[in-house]
Structure formats: C-alpha cells, structure tokens
C-alpha cells in the first residue's frame, strides 16, 4: 500500500504588532508585517500545487483569517511550539509528514521531495537553520507516532541537538540548510544573498 505523503505549513496570522516581534523590533512593524503576508504567500503559492504530496495549512489563533483559500485548515491548538507539532503531526492521515514553517522565503518544491525522499530510508528528516534550529521536521510515524518535541529549548541554538537527542536511536537524516527568517540580520543575510545572485545572473546575461 502506497501511503499518502503530508506536507503541513505551520503559519500565525499575519497581524500588526503580533507575531515576528525580534524581526518587527529590528525593521519595524509595518515592514514585519510586509514580510509576513508576502512570504506566506510566496511559501503556499511554491508548494501547494505539487502533486506529490498534500498541503495543509496549520493555523493560530483558530477561527482566524483571511487565510489563502484551497488548503485544508487544521487549528495548531495551544502549548509551546513542540506540543503543537506533535499534536498536528500525530493527528495527520497515514502517511509521512513534513511540517514546515511559513517564514522560510528560500524554500522550494525540491527541498520538500528531498525531505520525502528522506524518509524513504530514515525515521525523520530535519533541515537545519543557521541559528541552531530547523525549518522542516519530517517524521515517517511508522510503526508508530514517537514525540520528540518533549524538552526542547525552543529559538535556542540547541533547538536541533535537541529534537534529534529526543529520536535516538531512530534514524534522522538532515537535507539543505535554509535561513527562517526571525530577525534583521537573518533578513539582511538573506537580501545579501538574492542581490549577489542577482549580480551572477546579470553577468552570465
């Protein structure tokens, strides 16, 4: 039996003055929100449309919106970020899920598969931030649902050390490193490197 593969954008509402708080403090609240609205969009836009897998949106606050219409909507519920994965990874159809965030401009339709790819041959499949953290958690959930989220110290440098330390011994694989953009300086890093490619990509013109 061919199990059905699950891809879940985890998103807050874009609103101002809530949500992206360092990033807001460090560009301001408008350009925060600005960045916000256009990323989801761009996230959801890149990866909804693959056949190769199902999108959901899993949203906070719940009954929130306007929200970009034709995803399934699951409502994250409450807890720490690592009690809300767990809850929507463990509650998704049969099948491999890849939860993501919506703040990840970089990301495209290939680091996904990869991900799926991944789990072909290994229990979860993470790709690591340059902060320490991760933008994607896959988990195969077979023969059974593990957490490990338990413990984790969250927008912390020891983010991924710690979510793999919770898998041992099951088998974890790691895909491309992309910045989640929380602060102005991921911000900066990131429009760096979109202009030096630019830059390239005019030359070879």
Known sequence: ???????????????????????????????ALRFQRATLAAVVRELSRDPRWRTYLAVTPARSGPWPTGLPRIDQGSGDLGRRMARVAKAMPP???????????????????????????????????RDGGYWLVGLKRRPRFVDPFRGVRWSSPFALADTMRNLAPLRAALIDTLDDIDDGAALARRQLRERRHDGRHGKAA
């Open 95 to 129: 099948g491999p899920v890849i939860i993501i965030g919506s703040d990840i401009p970089g990301v495209r339709r290939e680091h996904v598969a990869a991900g799926f790819r991944a789990l072909g041959g290994c229990d979860a499949v993470f790709g690591p931030a």
């Open 1 to 31: 039996m061919v199990l059905s593969r699950h891809l879940v954008i985890f998103a807050r509402l874009p609103r101002l003055g809530a949500g992206k708080r360092r990033l807001a403090a460090d560009i301001g609240p408008m350009a």
